[in-house]
């Protein structure tokens, strides 16, 4: 169960190339890992899991009204480090779709099609004009200290799981070049508060730092008052022990606006390494400037 937004880049004729950036929930009930009684599923190990999606499509429009496409997907499924074990899902997803449009959307294609202008035209004409917009964000969530589940089940043989809060701050600047895309930077400080206890459990004699600072380059999508927003980040200082020889990290955060609150959000935030290694989900609030 996830919110998506469903994008073209472009289209010649009745072909289009677009992207699908995915974000919400995902759900099993059954055969989870457990140490004793089903020690073999260490993939799933919590009932509730972040599901994301990332993929390109192709659509051919064979009328006004029905189209066929082809498409390639990237998911993820995790908890989010919320439960140990939990080695997570990654795969990709090739398929195919017959889709049939709603007719007011044919319609206004045809509009489209007639009144089509200039690049700058198409902005302006309904109010838009391109401008930068400044978020803040804090962001805070719930993760299981892996270290700590590692010792134990290397002392019991039965790991024990404790959770901790973990929390992000963020200050992005990004340049709204159209109504549905933005593109920008962002400054991201990561709080780790139970490093003395990563750092107990680990063996390795080490002192871990709490905070991680690093930038990130961003790209949003949006769609009315919901947006989802993915970003590449590079750290430039961490020591929080949570992973070996971090460099680069991966973000995806899906938010809802409040135009009527001075455009606050609330939104949900998973955070990855290499791409497919989640390291947490948090839930977030911000405002925009």
């Given at each position: 169960m996830y919110g998506y937004i469903d994008r073209p880049w472009f289209r010649v004729g009745g072909f289009s190339l677009g992207y699908t950036a995915g974000w919400g929930l995902g759900f099993c009930f059954n055969n989870l890992y457990d140490q004793v009684t089903n020690p073999w599923n260490i993939m799933i190990s919590f009932p509730?899991?972040?599901?994301?999606?990332?993929?390109?499509q192709s659509r051919y429009a064979i009328s006004d009204r029905y189209d066929v496409g082809l498409g390639l997907w990237f998911n993820h499924y995790s908890n989010g480090a919320i439960n140990f074990q939990n080695k997570g899902y990654n795969g990709f997803e090739l398929g195919m779709s017959v889709g049939r449009k709603d007719p007011r959307y044919a319609a206004a294609r045809r509009v489209e099609k007639l009144n089509k202008k200039s690049g700058a035209d198409r902005n302006f004409k309904d109010g838009f004009r391109p401008h930068f917009q400044f978020d803040v964000q804090a962001s805070a969530g719930v993760m299981a200290v892996e270290a700590y589940f590692d010792h134990t089940?290397?002392?019991t043989g039965i790991g024990e799981n404790i959770r901790k809060m973990k929390y992000a701050f963020d200050a992005d600047c990004l340049y709204k070049y159209c109504r549905t895309h933005a593109s920008g930077v962002g400054v991201d400080l990561f709080v780790t508060p139970f490093?003395?206890?990563i750092a107990a459990s680990d063996g390795r004699g080490e002192t871990y730092d709490p905070v991680s600072v690093g930038v990130s380059a961003l790209h949003e999508f949006s769609f009315h008052d919901l947006s989802v927003?993915?970003?590449?980040?590079r750290y430039l200082y961490d020591n929080d022990g949570l992973a070996r020889n971090k460099i680069l990290y991966q973000l995806v955060n899906m938010k809802y606006h409040f135009p009527q609150f001075n455009d606050l959000y609330v939104g949900?935030?998973?955070?990855?390494h290499k791409f497919m290694a989640a390291e947490c989900v948090q839930y977030c609030v911000g405002i925009r400037f």
């Open positions: 509730v899991n972040a599901h994301a999606t990332l993929g390109l089940q290397e002392l490093c003395d206890i927003m993915v970003g590449v980040g949900m935030v998973l955070k990855a």
